[in-house]
């Protein structure tokens, strides 16, 4: 009892009040970190030999056809004035571009990660909520409402300016113009397309555009977007939701078709072609250039080569450190193993 | 005693004055004047800072008087009038989590306050009034009430005692609670008061309310029918302090002079000024460089954004038209806007999570210090108490401690050694074989074989017995378990115990009762002694001339049997040798002297024989000091002098105070950290010195340099020349001839070949202080420069006040060392409330330093574990934190703003709003938190036993500039990694093997990624001492992370109008381009930071410098060998 109450203020004994919890005290010595620095560096090597070979198997056509160039045969169509433009440009395979191709639209010095751009949008809206039919969320100025002060569906910079250069390729065979089919399908992430947008469930689409006006750059309304296929219309069109994730940088490529079906889905067979481009898009007047890029792609996506000399380098840069701590370690008989 | 002394002033002539009160006793009206009942405030006790009503506004408001709250709260209202980036969520809700957290912490200490007061202020009291006595609660106690208070309960207010059932008309009270002061303290009624106290028609008049506990002054005047009023002098001894309690006395009445918040103890109650560390004024310099950095990031995007936009087709581009609101908007206005916007963008730079976190592990921290069991004392059954939590890693900092002699560096156990009459030599060493130890057979030393005559010696114990202040303790009360100073041997027929407010009382009583002469108590102002032949002596006490420090004596006048007169004194040698005749004084000096050398405590004892002549103008002196309301301490002092004049000196006593256990292990280790101790003490030189030599201060090598009186007063000339000389030479010695030594971590390394010691007392620093202007500075300067050089310095002889001077003197010497100051006494407060770090002592001089400290610890040598063990620790994971917690913000930020260039410069967020709030709160937190609370990069024996480790964290080493450079450096590298390392990956953003490309939501989360990843395995590499919370929180926060961006993607958020991050992180996921990338950029940050910790091992300073430090600390532990032959153990620590 009287031990008990001697000790009634002493402070409890457990490792963790008296700080001698149990612990792991790793020490980074000679011993693990040069043995460690060499796994790493031979592993990053071999990692980047696979990334530096796959991405140079991947190949890549790319076509700029601003038409800021006299020569080029979209120059007829930078004047914006000029409606309805078309041009072609002609190029050759000498070897099967390996399937399936992928077709990106590059843009360059165009900002849509500009911040007040990004803003102007109704999410709400895009989830097909008829409220904001009639009365869009103020952020979209100043796409909001047209001079009429009717709303604009789908309200915003960023619908407003969606890309409208169409793209026909055209392989030519004895002379004679063979369609290839590009696919639309799936060119979206399956999320967006799925479940971020929705349209209304008013049926037929078009009665819930009533008594709005289709934005002012779009020749036509939201739910014509794709006259031949009815799923592809309004906000879950394919090319509207790859518009509308913005990109990161302001030199970037989308994607706008896939070349899977028919015959060309293993690839474009080695031959002469005709791209047919609908020339609609104006970029002269922020210095912009638009490219059109034929690519297939590995597991890694695109090509990078980034990745794979970034691999390279540091892999070799661990083993020559190795090489040093060894040298600095053999100089100085490693003082804290004695 | 009961005519007032007709030089008095007439009544109401000091009435005018201000700062005094008039209390008319029990409410009646004396029957001479118009009664007009003064008002006085009521007897509530109001600690608590809030009300129900004024919490919320007023808490509010002191939260954001802290620059860092306001700054946060600007930012936030930027957000909500400004149109800005990010939403006032972003900083709002951190903001208000921090303050919602400060305010219920705050609201539920004020609500204990609350219960507090309440459970005072509802105290059952009993209150008299016109004979009756009415029940009632204490808040209601009126100033004049007459209260009544039983044995053991705390008195409701400060009341003048005007009745005790104690027949001899005192109470004792303890004001343990007040001073912590556990002995029985006497208290006077005022004499010849009415016994019927509703009868009694008196007033009083006394000073307003003053804090100090010690000090009162005031009349009363009792007014009779039939005669003139008589008035009666009331002081500290007839004041009974709310808080006190009443003890072994059945019930008091008194009548109430201070109520509420006016009482001594309320005044006493407010907080002492805040200290704050040396890490608090690193960050405060560290976020004005962030803030530059804000600011200029800010800056340059504002004017780039306004270059940028000059070129044609920037501006304003078709597919991003500007609306007619931005159209219309001045250009100016804009840009301010525009500047506003990239503050908020940037602001996460300065984090607000960081204060928290700071206050957080501080808090959380200091309880390791109380939990340590090592600073448990089973002595007094108590362990470390942390007053203040603001100052830990100070103790990892200090430069000079300053120590206290008395209780500290030694036990304040005193033991009777011997004693010295007329030149002749006593010694007692042997309780029980020399109880008649004044025969002439085997009590004296050989040499001295003669003894001073019969009548001398029990003058002499006489003298011993009356001269003091000590009670018997009650053998009856229930003061029975109260701490006595009985831990001496008591020889077996002592069955009394002794109370005293000084030990050295208690011990010479005790001395004196070996040698046959008891105390036996006293009795209605009686002393009663039991002589040798155990025959009952009586004494009347006349008067106590109390001990002061200054004066360093204490007098006693007594009437004998025989009706003489005696003053009996006691002091120190130097204030008595000057007041006896000079003939006397030579052969008691040498014993003086000689016992000082052995550290001993030594006290001269004189006494005179007052001629009724005298006394009677003694006496009333004394009755008209006492009476005084005005400067009554120095009229005291002027009477006490004028009496303690012409004595006759008897003898001297010494007594011994054992060193405290393991004091010079501590004290050495304390030097071999590199800290400079220096002793400050009242004692004198003598004493001091071996007590230094005895803790290994000094050494055998040590040159002492001494500036004393002694050696001032050595030649001819002034005292002022030879002060100039000596310090000049001095100087010269210790500062100018003494090779440089390195600046920097090398501090100290290369010990100087010779050491130094000064010594320097009261008299001579006052000297130092107060000579004349011109050279005062100059003096000072040489003064400091001596002392710095010199691995102790030892003050004695100080005031309390010079204590202080000396601890501020060093404070704002040059490079602003960080001081410590450890005391146990009252006379140490001043310093330990000078000092950045005061520590009280647990000690027996009550608890008056442990109340004003900082630290308290029961033993000194817990100071060594305080300071090498826990300070060095908290030093090391405070620094770490706040390094940190800049760098983790600054490469957080950076790639946003890197992002900016990309993005036309408008204000583009590169993370989700949920990431901008979430990552100083949730995902980063909480590794550095336990780490800062758990961290031990050297275990703490390791710490403890190589002293010299201390050294290498001196001088705020881990938050220099050095350090901090390094820290933003390393925070800018990961940055650019980060932002370069994604933005080559996006030269084609179609990283998905389905084709499909990602956009700018993903970029900033492989970004956030990567971050998040690479600060959380930065902090992981910096741990050295991984227990399993650090593994919880570390990998856990982690996982963390990646579950809450699963669920934070995968599911559509109601009140989000947004879904950025739909599904962004598990596309990320699904690209193996972003895996490698992410595991690429983590290695690479974190390389250099490896490859840092490998080759610091053999290339960097540590090695050679630990190797170096243990060989110099063996060194100096050879040096420590027993000095003059001593031998130390842990029994007795004793100076043989």
């Known amino acids: ?338 | 005693m009961t005519q007032s002394p007709p030089h008095h002033p007439p009544l109401g002539g000091d009435e005018s004055r201000v700062d005094s009160r008039t209390i008319y006793v029990g409410h009646r009206p004396s029957t001479t004047e118009a009664f007009i009942p003064p008002k006085f405030c009521d007897n509530r006790i109001v600690s608590s800072k809030y009300t129900v009503w004024n919490f919320l506004p007023k808490n509010l408001f002191e939260q954001f008087r802290r620059i860092a709250n306001f700054y946060f709260l600007i930012i936030f209202l930027v957000q909500v009038i400004v149109d800005t980036p990010t939403s006032p969520v972003t900083s709002g809700l951190p903001l208000f989590f921090v303050i919602t957290v400060t305010a219920i912490k705050q609201g539920y200490e004020d609500w204990l306050r609350h219960k507090a007061d309440n459970e005072v202020n509802k105290y059952p009291v009993t209150v008299l009034e016109n004979g009756r006595r009415m029940g009632t609660e204490s808040e209601k106690i009126k100033v004049g009430d007459v209260v009544e208070v039983n044995e053991d309960e705390t008195f409701p207010c400060d009341l003048i005692l005007l009745q005790s059932t104690r027949d001899d008309d005192t109470c004792f009270v303890t004001t343990a609670s007040l001073d912590g002061e556990s002995n029985h303290k006497t208290h006077y009624t005022v004499p010849d008061t009415e016994k019927d106290l509703d009868s009694l028609s008196a007033t009083i008049e006394c000073e307003q309310p003053q804090p100090d506990l010690y000090k009162f002054v005031g009349r009363m005047h009792i007014y009779k029918t039939d005669r003139e009023p008589e008035i009666r002098s009331l002081g500290p001894e007839n004041l009974l302090l709310k808080g006190a309690t009443l003890k072994n006395t059945q019930r008091i009445c008194g009548v109430a002079v201070y109520t509420g918040m006016e009482t001594k103890m309320a005044l006493n109650y407010q907080g002492k000024s805040q200290k704050r560390s040396a890490v608090e004024k690193s960050i405060n310099a560290f976020l004005l460089v962030y803030l530059c950095i804000l600011v200029s990031k800010a800056l340059v995007c504002t004017t780039l954004k306004y270059v940028w936009q000059s070129k044609p087709g920037q501006d304003e581009p078709w597919y991003n038209q500007k609306t007619q609101r931005e159209k219309e908007t001045n250009l100016y206005l804009k840009m301010f806007t525009d500047f506003l916007s990239f503050m908020v963008l940037f602001n996460f730079i300065i984090p607000v999570s960081m204060y928290v976190t700071v206050e957080m592990q501080k808090f959380l921290g200091s309880f390791f210090i109380t939990w340590d069991r090592d600073f448990y004392d089973p002595e007094i059954q108590e362990g470390a108490l942390v007053n203040t939590s603001d100052l830990n890693e100070e103790l990892g900092q200090v430069e000079y401690v300053f120590t206290d002699k008395t209780g500290t560096l030694t036990q304040n156990n005193m033991e009777f050694i011997e004693c010295c009459i007329d030149g002749f030599q006593y010694k007692y060493r042997d309780a029980v074989s020399e109880l008649d130890g004044f025969s002439a057979t085997d009590g004296p030393v050989s040499k001295l074989q003669e003894k001073a005559g019969k009548e001398r010696e029990e003058l002499f114990l006489r003298a011993l017995c009356l001269c003091h202040t000590v009670q018997v303790k009650e053998p009856t009360g229930r003061g029975q378990d109260h701490t006595d100073s009985m831990a001496g041997c008591p020889p077996p027929h002592e069955q009394t115990g002794f109370i005293a407010s000084s030990p050295d009382e208690v011990a010479l009583v005790k001395g004196a009762m070996r040698y046959g002469f008891t105390f036996l108590g006293m009795e209605s102002k009686k002393m009663k002694i039991m002589n040798r032949s155990n025959a009952i002596e009586t004494y009347d006490l006349l008067h106590v001339l109390n001990f002061d420090p200054v004066r360093r004596r204490m007098s006693v006048i007594v009437r004998s049997k025989s009706g003489d007169a005696l003053l009996f004194c006691k002091g120190a040698d130097s204030s008595i040798f000057p007041r006896v005749r000079q003939e006397e004084v030579e052969k008691i000096r040498v014993h003086v002297e000689r016992n000082a050398t052995e550290g001993y405590r030594t006290l001269c004892v004189a006494y005179k024989k007052l001629s009724p002549e005298e006394y009677a103008r003694a006496d009333a002196d004394l009755q008209a000091a006492r009476l005084a309301l005005q400067d009554r301490e120095e009229k005291l002092i002027a009477v006490y002098n004028q009496v303690e004049a012409g004595m006759t000196l008897i003898g001297a006593t010494a007594v011994e105070d054992r060193l405290q256990e393991e004091a010079a292990e501590t004290m050495e280790a304390l030097q071999g950290a590199g800290i400079k101790v220096w002793v400050l003490t009242g004692d004198k030189m003598e004493t001091a010195k071996s007590t230094c030599y005895a803790c290994r201060l000094f050494q055998r090598g040590t040159e002492l340099l001494e500036l004393t009186v002694r050696t001032l007063e050595d030649g001819v000339r002034k005292r002022e020349e030879r002060l100039h000389d000596l310090l000049l030479e001095y100087h010269k010695k210790a500062v100018q001839d003494v090779p440089p030594t390195k600046p920097g971590g090398n501090r100290g390394w290369s010990k100087p070949s010779q050491d130094f010691g000064f010594i320097i007392d009261g008299a001579s620093l006052s000297m130092v202080f107060n000579s004349s202007e011109s050279s005062s500075s100059h003096y000072k300067n040489l003064f400091l420069q001596i002392c710095q050089n010199c691995t102790t310095v030892l003050c004695c002889r100080m005031a309390p006040l010079q204590k202080a001077q000396i601890v501020k003197m060093v404070k704002c010497s040059k490079g602003s060392p960080i001081t410590l100051s450890i005391g146990d006494g009252a006379n140490d407060v001043s310093m330990i409330l000078e000092a950045h770090v005061g520590i009280g002592i647990k000690g027996k001089e009550g608890r008056q330093a442990v109340r004003n400290s900082d630290y308290a610890i029961p033993k000194l040598k817990h100071l060594k574990k305080l300071l090498l063990g826990h300070g060095h620790l908290y030093y090391v994971r405070i620094a770490h934190l706040v390094q940190y917690f800049f760098y983790k913000n600054l490469c957080f930020i950076l790639p946003q703003f890197l992002y900016q260039f990309f993005c036309g410069y408008s204000q583009q967020p590169l993370y989700d709003a949920a990431y901008l709030t979430m990552y100083n709160i949730c995902f980063t937190s909480m590794p550095i938190l336990a780490y800062s609370l758990l961290e031990q990069h050297i275990c703490v024996e390791v710490l403890l036993d190589n002293a010299t480790l201390y050294r290498s964290i001196a001088k705020n080493a881990m938050l220099r500039w050095v350090p901090f450079f390094y820290w933003t450096l390393l925070g800018v590298f990961h940055g650019l990694l980060f932002f370069f390392g994604v933005r080559f990956l996006f030269g084609n953003p179609a990283l998905q093997a389905n084709g499909q490309v990602f956009g700018n939501w993903s970029y900033g989360t492989i970004v956030f990624t990567v971050l998040v990843f690479t600060v959380t395995f930065k902090l992981a590499l910096d741990t050295r001492h991984w227990t399993w919370i650090n593994h919880f929180v570390i990998w856990g926060s982690l996982c963390f992370y990646v579950i809450f961006s699963f669920f934070w993607g995968g599911i559509i958020w109601p009140f989000l109008k947004q879904q950025r991050l739909y599904y962004v992180f598990a596309h990320m996921l699904s690209s193996a381009s972003a895996w490698l990338v992410i595991v690429l950029l983590i290695l690479l940050s974190l390389l250099p930071d490896i490859l840092l910790v490998v080759l610091r091992k053999p290339l960097g300073p540590h090695a050679r410098q630990r190797q170096a430090g243990e060989s110099g600390a063996g060194g100096a532990k050879s040096s420590a060998q027993p000095l003059l032959m001593r031998t130390f153990s842990d029994e007795s620590n004793t100076v043989v």
């Open chain 1, 1 to 338: 009892m009287s031990k008990e109450e001697n000790t009634a203020n002493r402070p409890d004994n457990t490792a963790f009040t008296q700080q001698r919890l149990p612990a792991w005290q790793p020490m980074l010595s000679a011993g693990i970190v040069i043995p460690g620095f060499v796994i790493i560096g031979v592993a990053f090597i071999g990692i980047g030999v696979a990334l530096f070979v796959t991405s140079q198997n991947i190949q890549v056509l790319e076509k700029d056809y601003t038409g800021i160039e006299t020569n080029s045969s979209c120059f007829k169509c930078i004047n914006p004035r000029v409606k309805n433009c078309n041009c072609t440009i002609n190029f050759s395979l000498d070897k099967l571009f390996e399937g399936p191709v992928f077709v990106y639209y590059g843009l360059s010095n165009y900002f849509q990660n500009y911040r007040k751009y990004g803003a102007s949008k109704d999410a709400a809206q895009l989830t097909g909520d008829l409220a904001y039919f009639t009365e869009p969320s103020t952020s979209c100025a100043p796409y909001r409402k047209d001079a009429k002060g009717k709303p604009i569906v789908p309200c915003g910079s960023i619908a407003n300016s969606i890309f409208n250069d169409t793209f026909k390729l055209f392989q030519i065979v004895n002379s004679r113009n063979v369609a290839v089919p590009l696919d639309g399908k799936g060119i979206a992430w399956w999320t967006d397309y799925n479940i971020k947008y929705r349209n209304p469930t008013t049926n037929p689409l078009k009665n819930a555009f009533n008594d709005t006006v289709k934005p002012i750059f779009w020749p036509r309304p939201a739910y014509e977007l794709d006259p031949t296929n009815p799923s592809n219309n309004g906000f879950i069109n394919q090319d509207f939701l790859v518009w509308m994730r913005r990109s990161a940088l302001p030199n970037f490529r989308k994607l706008y078709r896939r070349i899977t079906e028919g015959e060309y889905a293993k690839g474009l067979p080695a031959g002469d072609y005709a791209l047919v481009i609908g020339y609609n898009y104006p970029v002269k007047a922020f210095d912009g250039r638009k490219k059109v890029v034929f690519s297939n792609v590995s597991w890694m996506g695109g090509k990078n080569q980034f990745l794979g000399i970034a691999y390279l380098v540091i892999g070799s840069l661990c083993v020559v450190m190795s090489i040093v701590m060894l040298i600095v370690y053999a100089k100085f008989k490693f003082p804290d193993e004695e």
